[in-house]
T-cell receptor, first 115, second 113 residues
Framework: DAGITQSPRYKITETGRQVTLMCHQTWSHSYMFWYRQDLGHGLRLIYYSAAADITDKGEVPDGYVVSRSKTENFPLTLESATRSQTSVYFC??????????????FGPGTRLTVL | AQSVTQLGSHVSVSEGALVLLRCNYSSSVPPYLFWYVQYPNQGLQLLLKYTSAATLVKGINGFEAEFKKSETSFHLTKPSAHMSDAAEYFCAVSNTGGFKTIFGAGTRLFVKA
């Protein structure tokens, strides 16, 4: 089924562990994004990617690593999880036709709890 | 730099009443403006967007928004609220030359029976 998917949907981990959140889109969108959503902060951009092998930092990149070897996948890794990284993480994608307004398409989110 | 301010973190209306969610933006270049809706345990989905074609934009589920450059506003309205409209709504801005989007903090809409 076409769309943007995230896995896992729920994850509980412990402080210091490495965690990878997966994101996959079937539209061949060039741009992909990772956000975290926390109460009172709305959505904050962690990292984004303009194309395969091109990534850049967003507003809150510390403690996170991304890669994009294929256009359709954009995994987010927490190298050593901390309690402050407990959040809901959203992946999104967007096409590159700027005349159409660059709307983003969101995945269903991953709820991560770091104990 | 661009920014978005949503006035009111919570709005409560009665079923059948007017819905008005306020959004003000700041942008040094012509903006694209968006309203997204988020239902519980789901990702955001686009309600409507302004891309300079028309100042009054109609979206899904009976919502509309008006771009007012002089007021730097993009308020979201719906004439008659329905219980199913209860959700969180996000206003967002991006510039016409870019792809990064700045989201507001969100407004949670409650609809009373």
């Amino acid at each position: 089924d076409a769309g943007i998917t995230q896995s896992p949907r729920y994850k509980i981990t412990e402080t210091g562990r490495q965690v990878t959140l997966m994101c996959h889109q079937t539209w061949s969108h060039s741009y992909m994004f990772w956000y975290r959503q926390d109460l009172g902060h709305g959505l904050r951009l962690i990292y984004y990617s303009a194309a395969a092998d091109i990534t850049d930092k967003g507003e809150v990149p510390d403690g996170y690593v991304v890669s994009r070897s294929k256009t359709e996948n954009f995994p987010l890794t927490l190298e050593s999880a901390t309690r402050s990284q407990t959040s809901v993480y959203f992946c999104a994608s967007s096409y590159t036709d700027r005349g159409r307004g660059n709307e983003q398409f969101f995945g269903p989110g991953t709820r991560l709890t770091v104990l | 730099a661009q920014s978005v301010t949503q006035l009111g973190s919570h709005v409560s209306v009665s079923e059948g009443a007017l819905v008005l969610l306020r959004c003000n933006y700041s942008s040094s270049v012509p903006p694209y403006l968006f309203w997204y809706v988020q239902y519980p345990n789901q990702g955001l989905q686009l309600l409507l967007k302004y891309t300079s074609a028309a100042t009054l934009v109609k979206g899904i589920n009976g919502f509309e928004a008006e771009f007012k450059k002089s007021e730097t506003s993009f308020h979201l309205t719906k004439p008659s609220a329905h219980m199913s409209d209860a959700a969180e709504y996000f206003c967002a801005v991006s510039n016409t030359g870019g792809f990064k989007t700045i989201f507001g903090a969100g407004t949670r809409l409650f609809v009373k029976a």
